[in-house]
């Protein structure tokens, strides 16, 4: 039996993690300017976990006191046969877990949205960047827009409530569609979420000048909308968050510009198996590695608890001689 207390997964600077983000493939069928151009490949398949692989680590992160994992890539659902592994991630919450998240580009979402829910899937987190079909084939690489609101479509038509469409700002492409995000989520009643342009993608084409701070976001839309300021649900949430009058909710995720490291909760699982304590990190624990050596499950506990007592009190995208993570937004996992 593998020993846990209630300070499993606290850092040296007190922070607690429940929240796993867990990718399942860095593979995408979208060329997303922010995360993969064309030209970079995915990783050899023997190298990603498998399910059985993805299971068991799940299962000792929930037993070191995650209580969210949200399930990303890539584009998770690229993955063959990913119902079957979310069903056996939601059986984890007889074990403690609270939710189970999806995130995905919604382009294959409609053939599979009553799938999911019916596998066990909480919530839905949804990535659109343009409502304009010429603005959405210059960011993702795709004429994929129709799809995107088929699977939106089909998802509420499923039942899942609190969707998140989340969109990341990008000044000179589509900066001048947050006004018209802000109506989408009224109209749609749902929640979009406006997230600073991060220095992580593979082209690293990213520079300063680029990011829409959170602050300009925020100015731009209470000159056209009520918005009332809604109260965190956890101390750990990263979106400053507002409702709209009538419906919908708008959320500013300031990564860059008003970071909010001070209270992250989140660790990552590559879809190669590799624990990040933080989206930029340069450190990674190899937990594939340990599981495919014979490692037990004790093992793999000890050297969670390890990378997570060492991380870092935040990081360093604000100052001088940042280094970028050798890793972009795929390989990361969203």
């Given at each position: 039996m593998v020993s846990v207390s209630d300070d499993s997964l606290q850092d040296d600077f007190g922070r607690r993690l429940g929240d796993l983000r867990l990718s399942v493939t860095d593979r995408c069928n979208f060329r997303c300017l922010y995360c993969r151009?064309?030209?970079?490949?995915?990783?050899?398949?023997?190298?990603?976990?498998?399910?059985?692989?993805?299971?068991?680590?799940?299962r000792v992160f929930v037993l070191l006191g995650i209580r969210k994992i949200r399930v990303t890539g890539g584009e998770p659902l690229v993955r063959r046969d990913l119902p079957l592994l979310l069903r056996r991630l939601a059986l984890l919450k007889d074990r403690g877990?609270?939710?189970?998240v999806l995130t995905s580009n919604g382009s294959l979402l409609a053939p599979l949205a009553r799938t999911l829910r019916d596998a066990g899937v909480d919530r839905l987190n949804l990535s659109c960047d343009s409502l304009e079909a010429e603005g959405f084939r210059r960011l993702t690489g795709q004429d994929g827009l129709d799809l995107f609101m088929r699977g939106l479509?089909?998802?509420?038509?499923?039942?899942?409530?609190?969707?998140?469409?989340?969109?990341?700002?990008i000044r000179g492409l589509n900066d001048h569609e947050v006004v018209d995000f802000a109506r989408f989520a009224r109209q749609r009643d749902l929640a979009v979420r406006f997230i600073e342009f991060m220095p992580l993608d593979a082209?690293?084409?990213?520079?300063?000048?680029?990011?829409?701070?959170?602050?300009?976001?925020?100015?731009?839309?209470?000159?056209?909308f009520e918005l009332i300021p809604v109260p965190p649900r956890n101390p750990a949430e990263t979106a400053s968050r507002f409702s709209l009058a009538g419906a919908g909710e708008i959320g500013l995720i300031s990564s860059v510009t008003a970071p909010f490291c001070d209270?992250?909760?989140?660790?990552?699982?590559?879809?190669?198996?590799?624990?990040?304590?933080?989206?930029?990190?340069?450190?990674?624990?190899?937990l594939r590695g340990l599981m495919r050596s014979g490692g037990q499950d004790s093992d793999l506990v000890e050297a969670i608890r390890r990378a997570v007592r060492t991380r870092?009190?935040?990081h360093h995208v604000n100052e001088p001689?940042?280094?970028?993570?050798?890793?972009?937004?795929?390989?990361?996992?969203?």
């Open positions: 151009p064309s030209e970079v490949a995915g990783m050899p398949r023997q190298e990603i976990l498998s399910f059985d692989e993805i299971e068991r680590l799940a877990l609270e939710e189970l479509e089909a998802a509420q038509q499923a039942g899942f409530q609190g969707i998140k469409v989340n969109c990341v700002v082209a690293a084409e990213w520079g300063a000048e680029r990011v829409v701070p959170a602050a300009e976001i925020l100015a731009r839309l209470r000159g056209e209270r992250c909760n989140r660790v990552r699982l590559t879809a190669d198996g590799h624990l990040r304590t933080c989206l930029f990190a340069l450190q990674e624990t190899d870092e009190r935040a001689g940042y280094i970028r993570p050798g890793r972009d937004m795929a390989g990361i996992g969203g």
